[in-house]
């Protein structure tokens, strides 16, 4: 460890003690997310299972409730509910990752983790600078860097990063987001039989490829893999304009549905497809555990004007991640499900069968709360209308006319409602994961998703119900 990594980690931890009591009096901490245990908290990263434990790494700026010089900061669980806040996986110490350890991957060789990640420098003319960096563990809890293994290459920007890494054929593969020296967003390949020489292989998505026209001036957070008989290929473009439903947040996340030929490496694929539909979602990324479920984290939140406005700030922290999602393909489109070790959270089960409501806001004994989980099944909207209100801060509804759903929320900067918004041909099922201040909504077992920070009065926990429906539901208090 080099003298400068040393005291960037002394700093770090002098941060997180200073602030500790501060952060855990904060009304809105949640209680079953992963969150930053001082400032600032974004993209997930390096997420694997390694003898037998998960770990999900995460950029973090220690220092400031702001984006700056990033650390990835390390937790680790044997069951995905309970976590292991652990020592600080990379520092941003060395000349090639002065100004952040950005984001990238981890992947198990010859029994030991290895973490890939982009180093950021920004020169003091205003240049940039960006390198493919390599670090390496035997216990997956302290690391040791090998520093650049993959240059820029010629025809890209400095923006060029989030290698994701993974095998195929007994070779290694590399994806990473880039930025074209026309200003165009792109996937780019490369291959590798030892992990440490690079050979680039080239752009394999992106404006002009596949009927692509002109998709944002960035992708970030690149990642390639095999799901019930497809590739996909789940980006997150920066710089596509608002289309009615669609684009509505200032970047995106979402996946193209195709095959990737090895062979050849050509990639052909369909439309673009939105992962989430809802105001804070980004930068996910995927793992395989080693009972082969494909497993997604997203980033809960966005790097946007109204980011420094939420109310936590005020308590030296700032964002969390979602919940682990499982995967899976059908119907052509990509659904997610909370994976199944959730419902260890669970207690004090509420159940309410047959409910018929016609045109009234309704209540049941019970129902209410901070962090809860519900489930409506055997939902049926007669028409107009159903809302259901979630503690007079947020309210999803659906259109049955218009065979549009909502998700509704008060913007924390100018206090007005605003809302997201898309078509789904039916509402059969609802399933709703409220923490403290956030929500994820999973509509008809994942067909469709709306992930959202929100921040209702601590004291309110009322959850109501209206329209003209039947539906039976499930309500557990979550721990």
């Known amino acids: 460890m ?28 949640l209680d079953y997310h992963l969150m930053p245990p001082v400032g600032l908290l974004n993209d997930p990263n390096g997420l694997i299972q390694f003898k037998g434990v998960y770990h999900v790494f995460y950029q973090w700026n220690p220092f400031n409730t702001s984006h700056g010089a990033k650390f990835w900061g390390h937790y680790t669980s044997t069951d995905m509910v309970h976590w292991r806040e652990e020592p600080i996986a990379l520092a941003p110490s060395e000349w090639y990752e002065k100004n952040g350890c950005y984001s990238g991957s981890a992947i198990e060789s010859e029994g030991k983790l290895y973490l890939f990640y982009t180093g950021n420098v920004k020169n003091d003319d205003g240049t940039r600078e960006t390198y493919q960096c390599l670090a390496a563990s035997s216990d ?25 890494v993974w095998k195929k054929n007994n070779r290694w593969y590399m994806i990473l987001g880039a930025q074209t020296k026309a200003n165009r967003g792109t996937a780019v390949l490369f291959t590798s039989i030892d992990l440490f020489h690079w050979e680039e292989i080239g752009m394999i998505a992106g404006a002009g490829i596949n009927g692509l026209e002109d998709f944002g001036y960035m992708w970030e957070c690149p990642d390639l893999f095999y799901l ?39 990639y052909q694929s369909g439309p673009f497809i939105e992962l989430d539909r809802g105001f804070d979602f980004y930068a996910p990324q995927t793992f395989m555990d080693e009972t082969g479920r494909t497993i997604l984290y997203g980033w809960m939140g966005m790097t946007d004007e109204y980011e420094q406005y939420q109310p936590t700030i005020s308590y030296n922290w700032v964002h969390a991640l979602t919940i682990p999602r499982k995967l899976e393909y059908k119907k052509g489109k990509v659904y997610q499900k909370p994976v199944e070790e959730l419902t260890k959270l669970r207690k004090d089960r509420i159940i309410v069968n047959n409910v018929k409501i016609k045109d009234q806001q309704v209540q049941f004994d019970g129902v209410e709360g901070k962090t809860v989980e519900l489930v409506l099944e055997a939902l049926k909207v007669n028409e107009g209308k159903f809302q259901i209100s979630l503690r007079n801060e947020a309210s999803l509804i659906y259109d049955s006319s218009k065979k549009e759903i909502s998700l ?11 809302s997201r918004t898309c ?47 039947f539906f039976s539901l499930t309500k557990w208090d979550l721990v």
Not at 2 to 12: C, F, G, S
Not at 408 to 418: S, W
Not at 427 to 439: E, V
């Open 423 to 469: 078509l789904i041909e039916s509402l059969s099922k609802l399933h709703i994961f409220m923490d403290h201040s956030s929500l994820e909504i999973f509509i008809n077992d994942g067909e469709e998703v709306f992930t959202a920070r929100y921040f209702p009065n601590p004291k309110v926990e009322t959850i109501t119900f209206q329209g003209n429906a």
């Open 408 to 418: 509704q929320r008060r913007n924390v900067r100018t206090g007005l409602q605003e």
């Open 2 to 29: 080099t003298e400068n990594e040393r005291h960037l980690l002394q700093r770090a931890y002098e941060e997180v003690k200073k602030y500790q009591e501060i952060v855990q009096s904060d009304p809105y901490r």
């Open 140 to 164: 997956g809890i302290h690391y040791e860097k090998y520093g650049p293994i993959l240059h820029l290459p010629e025809g890209y920007t400095a923006h060029f990063r989030d290698p994701k």
């Open 228 to 266: 019930n008989g497809k590739d996909i290929l789940m980006v997150s473009p920066q710089g596509l304009d608002p289309n009615g439903h669609l684009y509505n947040n200032l970047f995106q996340s979402g996946y193209f549905i195709g095959e990737f030929d090895y062979a050849n490496n050509k």
